[in-house]
Structure formats: structure tokens, C-alpha cells
């Protein structure tokens, strides 16, 4: 079994930056892609950014150039810099970690969550 656990998540003002944590644990853990998403107050759950094995990123067309996803392979460790944070980033944002196992289909696990809060 996998453990996915976020952490970061805060109130801040606009223009501010924030850097939230994922940190994936289990046994033999081998991690393929890896991605970002949030869910908005009564909106349905989107992906913010992605990040394949090999290096590739994908981002919201609404957060491109003020979001960077990262990963530490050694620490099984995924992050996501925010900066110029807006009042429509405010969201709970999960963190999505793909297993990798030999022969196998990629198998996804998901955290419970952190809010992030952009006020004035």
C-alpha cells in the first residue's frame, strides 16, 4: 500500500508565493508520474500541473509561469511552487503519485488534501 500525504497548504495574501510538500511512502515504492490538482469552493477537482518519469510537464493554462512542479526521486518527495498567488487559486490541492510495477498498469494514489487560501 502507498501513503500520500500533502503538507504547505496556508492562508496568504495575492501576490504571494507557496510551496506545497507531498511526500509518498510504502514499500518498494517505485514512482512513475506524478501530478497536482485542486479542487475550488463548489468546483469539480482539475489538474494543476504534471510531471512524467522522464521529465515532461504539463500545466494549467491558468497557472503557467507562476506554478512549478518538482520531484525528489530519493525522498519520494513531490512539490509544487506557487508564486503570484490570486484569490481564484484558493483550492484544496491533492497530490496524485502513479506506482510503477513490473508488468503491471500504473497504479494511482492520491492524498487527503491541503487548502490553500488566497485572501486580501
Known amino acids: 500500500q502507498v501513503q500520500v500525504m500533502e503538507s504547505g497548504g496556508g492562508s496568504v495574501q495575492p501576490g504571494q508565493s507557496l510551496t506545497l510538500s507531498c511526500e509518498a511512502s510504502g514499500s518498494r515504492l517505485n514512482i512513475g508520474p506524478v501530478a497536482w490538482y485542486r479542487q475550488g469552493p463548489g468546483m469539480q477537482r482539475e489538474m494543476v500541473a504534471a510531471?512524467?518519469?522522464?521529465?515532461?510537464?504539463n500545466y494549467a493554462e491558468s497557472v503557467r509561469g507562476r506554478f512549478a512542479i518538482s520531484r525528489d526521486d530519493a525522498q519520494n518527495m513531490v512539490y509544487l511552487q506557487m508564486s503570484n498567488l490570486k484569490p481564484e487559486d484558493t483550492a484544496v490541492y491533492y497530490c496524485?503519485?502513479?506506482?510503477?510495477?513490473?508488468?503491471?498498469?500504473?497504479?494511482?494514489?492520491w492524498g487527503q488534501g491541503t487548502q490553500v487560501t488566497v485572501s486580501s
Open positions: 496524485k503519485i502513479g506506482r510503477i510495477q513490473l508488468g503491471r498498469p500504473v497504479q494511482y494514489y
Open positions: 510531471r512524467a518519469s522522464g521529465g515532461a510537464t
